[in-house]
């Protein structure tokens, strides 16, 4: 966030307000390009449209719940999260059991401290680690390694495959916009693999 204009102040604002990694790193370069706001908006909108997902997959568990504390859920979720979640609950018979919410913020609470500290760490030191050694690639090895492990199906494999073809021939959209067309392309080709899929089916 610092090398690409921000205050150190603002950085830390952004790391608080923000807690979306994708949709940081769609949102500065269209900030630092001078986008209009309703564009960064959309953008970080599409970035993480994925959360109404599972939102709508964890309804079931925290539905008990009024909506300002439903509403709190939600913002410390993140993408690990959901997953060891539903690893452990997908198929409880019971959904909504006390020990299910405090498995879920045993997980989701130490995970939002440890991304504010290493996120304040990078603020304020990651001016002294040498461009060379271009750890920013490191935020894509570590979306990978947990996207790729989720991909179980063919529908799943034909989204990630177009999603990756479009996002790579988009490079040259202005602002960034190829990335927005990868994820409706990829979107689409999977709702279209799994209507394929169940036509198919016996």
Not at 22 to 46: C, H, Y
Not at 99 to 123: C, D, N
Not at 148 to 177: D, Y
Request: hydrophobic content about 60%; glycine content about 10%.
């Amino acid at each position: 966030m610092v090398s690409y204009g921000l205050s150190e102040g603002m950085a830390v604002l952004m790391s608080v307000l923000v807690y979306a990694g994708s949709a940081q790193l769609t949102a500065l370069p269209l900030m630092m390009a001078g986008a209009p706001l309703w564009l960064i908006f959309a953008a970080g909108f599409v970035v993480n449209i994925r959360f109404i997902i599972f939102g709508a997959a964890l309804q079931p568990y925290f539905r008990k719940y009024s909506w300002l504390k439903r509403l709190g859920l939600g913002y410390w979720s993140s993408d690990l999260v959901f997953v060891f979640f539903m690893t452990r609950y997908g198929d409880a018979r019971r959904k909504g059991t006390r020990g299910q919410l405090w498995y879920y913020l045993g997980v989701i609470v130490p995970g939002w401290f440890a991304w504010q500290f290493f996120s304040l760490l990078g603020i304020y030191t990651g001016a002294f680690v040498p461009p060379e050694w271009s750890l920013e690639f490191a935020a894509t090895l570590a979306l990978m390694g947990v996207a790729i492990p989720l991909v179980k199906a063919m529908p799943m494999a034909v989204s990630v495959l177009v999603t990756a073809v479009v996002a790579w021939l988009g490079q040259s959209l202005p602002l960034r916009l190829g990335l927005a067309v990868a994820i409706v392309a990829g979107v689409a080709a999977g709702v279209l693999a799994e209507m394929h899929k169940s036509r198919r089916a016996p």
